[in-house]
């Protein structure tokens, strides 16, 4: 372009936004993992209720859910207690796992995010730790490769040819891997599954305000 061989116009133009927009965002996720790497991550932690913030994240994913005819919902039982966490940070990872579900979820599919204080009544198929509350997003996609479960969460690792990463180039790789970080630095843990009944689901854990004293 400044040399004339190509016009200067918007259409010649978009590709380099494009790139450059996915090469400012891939430079963040690795600014974001490095400081985990280093323990420097900073969080704000507040006592938090997080089911009234997973409804805002989920009605925030609901025009995407309905132009790809996937149904998208929240479960939670009522009177969950209170959790100690980023809310911020619990927001950014909750969207990248719900933008994951929904990418990997044909039409006619479902999206289900469900909140509870044990694996199986947050729909996960695994043992968590005691007082802790889980989050799980569990779609009604293909599913996980069994032989890739174990890899998901590393950076830029590409299962079934994207499944935590977008398909497109759109996304960094990185998503899940930051996902990780930021749930273990605030106690909890992550994870992936495929559910009997099919699809994958990925879930974390946040302490319960009851159990934390003296955080800032």
């Known amino acids: 372009l400044q040399d004339g061989v190509f016009p200067l116009t918007r259409e010649a133009l978009a590709p380099i936004h494009t790139k450059t927009t996915l090469l400012i965002r891939l430079v963040e996720d690795l600014r974001q993992l490095a400081l985990a790497e280093a323990d420097a991550l900073t969080l704000e932690r507040t006592v938090l209720d997080v089911v009234p913030l997973v409804r805002e994240v989920v009605a925030e994913f609901q025009a995407n859910a309905s132009a790809r005819q996937i149904t998208l919902s929240t479960e939670a039982p009522p009177a969950l207690p209170l959790v100690v ?14 933008g994951n579900g929904l990418r ?12 509870g204080l044990t694996g199986p009544e947050a729909g996960v198929p695994a043992a968590v730790e005691d ?5 799980a997003v569990h779609d009604s996609g293909p599913g996980i490769p069994p032989a890739d ?50 699809g994958a689901i990925f879930w ?11 955080f800032e």
């Open 131 to 135: 007082d802790m509350l889980v989050l």
């Open 85 to 98: 966490a980023d809310r911020l940070r619990v927001v950014q990872v909750l969207a990248n796992l719900l």
């Open 149 to 198: 479960l174990p890899n998901v969460f590393e950076r830029f690792y590409r299962a079934d040819k994207g499944r935590g990463r977008a398909t497109d180039g759109s996304g960094s790789g990185l998503g899940l891997a930051i996902a990780r970080s930021l749930i273990q630095a605030h106690g909890g843990t992550i994870g992936a599954a495929n559910a009997p009944e099919g």
């Open 104 to 115: 990997h979820t044909p039409a006619g599919g479902i999206v289900t995010v469900r909140l």
């Open 204 to 214: 974390f854990t946040l302490p319960l305000a009851d159990n934390q004293t003296g």
